[in-house]
């Protein structure tokens, strides 16, 4: 199934909580209500047409005013992908976890939250990754200043 068949299925399932689709790109995509991206994500997953039985990779970007997650679908069966993406805002970044969709998606939604500060709701053990459970801030966010000392060592950078 090409990009613009699986985004008219989107839209005729979930209306207006399918915000954008930009199919005239390389990588074409849909933008989904941030509310909505687990139910949608179940969709796709749980459809026999569409079968996307693997989260190749979630993402976490800063954008220019917002957060935002990037995911990466594929079908195995299908042999067809897809990206959502999802906007949250700076102050306040929340989403509905999809960890118990793609058993994959726990170590991504970490990874996001650790660099990001994005959380993940009803995830199962949503805690740093990468990084002490202490350290202060999101490293991969535009606005992170390095710290200059950590408990006591300085931080190289």
């Not at 954008?20 to 949608?40: K, M, N, T």
């Not at 994959?104 to 650790?114: C, F, L, N």
Request: aromatic content about 12%; proline content about 7%; hydrophobic content about 40%.
């Amino acid at each position: 199934m090409v990009p613009n068949e699986i985004h008219a299925r989107l839209s005729a399932k979930f209306g207006d909580r399918i915000v954008e689709f930009r199919g005239d790109i390389l990588d074409p995509y849909a933008v989904v209500a941030p509310a909505s991206i687990a139910e949608v994500c179940k969709y796709l997953y749980e459809d026999d047409d569409l079968k996307f039985d693997s989260l190749m990779c979630l993402s976490g970007v800063d954008g220019k005013t917002n957060l935002e997650v990037v995911y990466h679908l594929f079908s195995i069966p299908k042999r067809h992908k897809f990206i959502l993406k999802v906007e949250v805002p700076k102050e306040e970044p929340v989403l509905p976890t999809v960890s118990h969709i793609w058993r994959t998606a726990d170590w991504h939604e970490r990874e996001a939250y650790d660099l990001f500060g994005i959380r993940f709701d009803g995830h199962p053990d949503l805690r740093r990754i990468l990084l002490p459970d202490d350290w202060d801030g999101y490293p991969l966010r535009k606005d992170y200043v390095v710290q200059e000392y950590y408990h006591g060592m300085k931080v190289p950078y």
